[in-house]
């Protein structure tokens, strides 16, 4: 069983930059792709970044070079970093660890089932 633990929410201007840490504890070498995903009030949860173990990754369309996710494959640890920010970025994040391949992931929006998800960290975006 997996464990995420996130870090770095707040609040921020926008414009502004905040970076997030995700640590996996439990089973972490059975982790292959880690990444954040997000949720705005009446929306539903969407991929920000997701990076598999051996560095391939991906965006979501709405971050796309304002975003930039990385990972310390000895530390169990992903992390978000976050320029540009806009009020429409406001939302809790949640960071998601799945064992399967990443080509199993490919056509996944959000993963479901056996992945294991953290408590979620407060984003917002406001002046």
């Known amino acids: 069983q997996v464990q995420l633990v996130e870090s770095g929410g707040g609040l921020v201007q926008p414009g502004g930059s905040l970076r997030l840490s995700c640590a996996a504890s439990?089973?972490?070498?059975?982790?292959?792709?880690m990444g954040w995903y997000r949720q705005a009030p009446g929306k539903e949860r969407e991929l920000v970044a997701r990076?598999?173990?051996?560095?391939?990754?991906i965006y979501g369309d709405s971050v796309q070079g304002r975003f930039t996710i990385s990972r310390d494959n000895a530390k169990n640890t992903v992390y978000l970093q976050m320029s540009a920010l806009k009020p429409e970025d406001t939302a809790v994040y949640y960071c998601?660890?799945?064992?399967?391949?990443?080509?199993?992931?490919?056509?996944?929006?959000?993963?479901?089932?056996?992945?294991?998800w953290g408590q979620g960290t407060q984003v917002t975006v406001s002046s």
């Open positions: 990076m598999s173990r051996s560095g391939s990754y």
């Open positions: 439990g089973s972490p070498d059975s982790i292959n792709v």
């Open positions: 998601n660890a799945d064992q399967r391949p990443w080509h199993l992931l490919a056509t996944v929006r959000v993963p479901s089932g056996s992945t294991s």
